[in-house]
Each structure stands twice: as structure tokens, then as C-alpha cells.
């Protein structure tokens, strides 16, 4: 009985060892390749994965292994793209019956050029969308980290996610338009897009914007969210266009504005844009225009521009359709008055609703 009783003690305390060793160090193995090789055929059979080592750390209280491997590559003809790592869990009743069946799938990116991922995506899936990205991205870097789950019979399930970065991108769209340094983080579930702590400027105009929802629905986009500028003046030829295209006649000499703006609009597949609609919280330090009026015989001492000073504006644009409320200081003279004012665009004809209290 005493040598029974030493040899359960030396037998249990080996097993706790080894289960110790498993779910703090791990072992190494090839075991799992063919299992994950196979998972990333399901995508294309012409994608092939190259891996080192899968290192298998045992989850007793989960009743799991973690399987991960560090450095693989994706491969699809002659284009490769280099993963930072895959990772998968496994129920262990699944392992001790042979049935290697993945549980979900992790695959974290290296920082990855825009354009090799677009190129090296257009192999397996391409699409006129694909195309034109690759026509108009100059440059530009992401890492990205992706989860897939699985379903009892081994096919991937609508929840994916994908999550990362996007740095320093450049487009070039038509010629009018040129997109610069943009980054953000992004989280895509499903068909909805998520972008956040979005940067960019376009045509030197910077535009800043804390979160961006994009939704696929019925193969067209809906597009909703903010961004907000500071300190815009003439030198921001953006806001030139922007103001121009609403009043053409008005003469710019000087402007220095903040706003904050919040949009809706939808994007077929085409990339025609439909539905817009702005709304704009403006603060205008200061706006001279050049005085086209004539107003000599009412105001004595007018000045050749007129000037606005610490004004606040609200705008709203719906399917060209054009409302702006403001009130502020207005300089016609020397001293300051006080103008409120409602305008209204409506095709091209214009509503004014003007109050000028004259000291």
C-alpha cells in the first residue's frame, strides 16, 4: 500500500508538472498547419500560407489550447504579404478525439504599404472598386488585426472583425482633389465601417474628425459623421471653393473661421454621391468681403468692404437646399453695428430675412 500510495503522489505530481509546463511554457509542433493551410484555402485555393512552428500553450480552466505561430506569409502567384502572427484556440475534447476543428482564427499584420495590399487582394477577389483604389492611392501604410469564429461545421461565421491603423495616406482623386496625410483607426463588423481620431487634409485644408460610420446597405453606402476645422482663412482653398460654389459673387478680401459640421450622404457603387446633408457650426473671428452695394446716400463714411467680426452662423445643406442663420458685429462704417439674418437657397433663387440694429 505504501509503495501504491508513493507511486499515485509521484504520478499525480508529474501530471501537475506537466500541465504546469504546458500552460506556462509550451511546446512547439507542426501539428496544426495543415489545419490552419487548409482554413486559408477556404478563401481562394489559389492562397497558400507559409508557416514556421506553431507554439500550443495549454488552457486548463477554459479547457482549451492556444495556438500560435509568429512570422507566417500569405501567398497568392507572385504577390506575398508578411503577417506578424496567427493564433487560434481549440477545445481540447476536440484535440483528444483527432478533431482539429478551430474554435476562431487571429491574424495580426505586419505595417503593411496600401498598395501591395491592394494589389496583393485584386489576385483572389477583384472588383472595379479594387481597381480604382489602386488608381488613385499613391501611399500609405495600415495594421490591421482580423478574428474570425467558426461554426460547429468548420465554416466562418458573419461576425468577423477587422480592427487597426491607416497611416500617412495619399490619394489622388480627379484633379481638383488632392487627399493627403490621412490617418485613423477603424473597426469593421459585418457591413459597418467604423473610422475614429480620423486626420486628413484636402487641398491644404486640414479636417479633423473623432468618428466616421459607414454602413453597406443594399449595395449602396451610408455615410455618417463630423469633422471639424480650425483657424481656416484664404490660404485653406477648400473653404475658397466651398463658399464660392454657394455664393459665386461673393468677393473674398479676408476670412478667419472655426467650424464643426455633421454629415449624411450615400454612395452607390458607381461612387455617385446622393441625399447630402450638411450642418455647420461656424465662428467667424472675421470675413471681409469687397461692398458691392449702394449705399453711400444712406451711410456717409461706408467703407469699400464690408466686415463681419465675431459672428456665429449656422448652416444647413439638404438636396441643394440652403439655410444660414447668423448674428454678429457687421462693419459698414467706422463703428460697429449689429445684423442678425436668415438666408435661404432654394435652386437658384435666394430668401433674405434681414435685421440691422444701426448705432
Given amino acids: 500500500m505504501k509503495i501504491i500510495f508513493k507511486f499515485l503522489i509521484i504520478f499525480f505530481f508529474l501530471i501537475i508538472l506537466f500541465i504546469s509546463y504546458l500552460s506556462i511554457i509550451g511546446i512547439k509542433t507542426t501539428k496544426f498547419n495543415n489545419q490552419i493551410g487548409s482554413i486559408i484555402k477556404n478563401f481562394n485555393k489559389d492562397l497558400e500560407i507559409e508557416l514556421e512552428e506553431v507554439k500550443i500553450i495549454l488552457d486548463p480552466l477554459n479547457f482549451e489550447i492556444n495556438a500560435k505561430t509568429i512570422g507566417p506569409k500569405l501567398k497568392i502567384k507572385d504577390k506575398i504579404i508578411q503577417l506578424e502572427s496567427i493564433k487560434t484556440q481549440i477545445v481540447i475534447d476536440n484535440f483528444i478525439k483527432n ?67 491607416v ?17 485613423f483607426t477603424f473597426n469593421f463588423l459585418d457591413k459597418i465601417f467604423e473610422l475614429n481620431d480620423l486626420e486628413l487634409t484636402l487641398n491644404d485644408t486640414f479636417f479633423l474628425s473623432e468618428k466616421i460610420i459607414i454602413k453597406n446597405i443594399d449595395k449602396t453606402f451610408l455615410i455618417d459623421g463630423s469633422f ?14 466651398y463658399v464660392q460654389y454657394f455664393f459665386p459673387k461673393l468677393d473674398l478680401i479676408d476670412i478667419n473661421l472655426d467650424t464643426i459640421n455633421k454629415f449624411t450622404l450615400q454612395i452607390d457603387k458607381k461612387f455617385k454621391i446622393n441625399n447630402l446633408k450638411l450642418s455647420s457650426e461656424i465662428k467667424v473671428t472675421k470675413l471681409i468681403v469687397k461692398n458691392s452695394l449702394e449705399l453711400k446716400n444712406f451711410f456717409p463714411n461706408v ?42 437657397k432654394k435652386k437658384k433663387n435666394f430668401d433674405f430675412d434681414t435685421n440691422i440694429i444701426i448705432d
Avoid: M, W
Wanted: hydrophobic fraction near 35%; include cysteine.
Fill in 99 to 165: 478533431d482539429f476543428k478551430l474554435k476562431n482564427l487571429d491574424i495580426s499584420t505586419r505595417s503593411l504599404k496600401i498598395e501591395n495590399l491592394i494589389s496583393f487582394t485584386r489576385n483572389f477577389k477583384n472588383s472595379p472598386q479594387l481597381y480604382i483604389l489602386e488608381k488613385i492611392i499613391k501611399k500609405g501604410y495600415l495594421i490591421c488585426d482580423l478574428r474570425l469564429e467558426f461554426d460547429d461545421q468548420g465554416k466562418i461565421k458573419d461576425n468577423y472583425q477587422i480592427k487597426g491603423f
Fill in 167 to 183: 497611416k500617412d495616406i495619399q490619394l489622388k482623386i480627379l484633379k481638383k482633389y488632392n487627399l493627403d496625410k490621412v490617418n
Fill in 228 to 241: 471639424k476645422n480650425e483657424k481656416l482663412g484664404l490660404k485653406d482653398e477648400f473653404l475658397v471653393n
Fill in 303 to 344: 467703407k469699400k468692404e464690408i466686415i463681419l467680426d465675431n459672428h456665429s452662423i449656422n448652416v444647413e445643406y439638404d438636396r441643394n437646399n440652403l439655410t444660414v442663420k447668423g448674428k454678429g458685429n457687421f462693419f459698414l462704417q467706422s463703428e460697429a453695428d449689429f445684423i442678425t439674418y436668415t438666408i435661404q
